[in-house]
């Protein structure tokens, strides 16, 4: 187990930039292929981004492709998640969390250790 705690939300207006950072600890974070989850209020968690242990591939839902960049820096331990055009429906808390299981990238039965998560609240 890797734990991870997130950090960088808040409250944005739409169209606005937010970028979020997760920590992690225990040394062997470089080993393991991370993503980003999200779970707004009455609904279920859903994928938002995967980033391969090398930082070689990365994935995301089509909700957010081509306004969310992931990213990590296996030497710091961190992962990243720069969000940009903001829209109403991002509002969710977003967690950072672990690729452990089988079921492919997009699944959010993949992931697990996610941490307390960070709030991102967009308004219009």
């Known amino acids: 187990q890797v734990p991870l705690v997130e950090s960088g939300g808040g409250l944005v207006q739409a169209g606005g930039s937010l970028r979020l950072s997760c920590a992690a600890s225990?040394?062997?974070?470089?080993?393991?292929?991370m993503g980003w989850l999200r779970q707004a209020p009455g609904k279920e968690r859903e994928f938002v981004a995967a980033i391969t242990w090398s930082g070689g591939n990365r994935y995301y839902a089509s909700s957010v492709k081509g306004r969310f960049t992931i990213s990590r820096d296996n030497a710091k331990n961190y992962v990243y998640l720069q969000m940009s055009s903001l829209k109403p429906e991002d509002t969710a808390v977003y967690y950072c969390?672990?690729?452990?299981?089988?079921?492919?990238?997009?699944?959010?039965?993949?992931?697990?250790?996610w941490g307390q998560g960070t709030q991102v609240t967009v308004s219009s």
């Open positions: 225990g040394g062997t974070f470089s080993s393991y292929d």
């Open positions: 969390a672990v690729r452990r299981y089988s079921g492919g990238y997009y699944s959010t039965g993949a992931y697990d250790d």
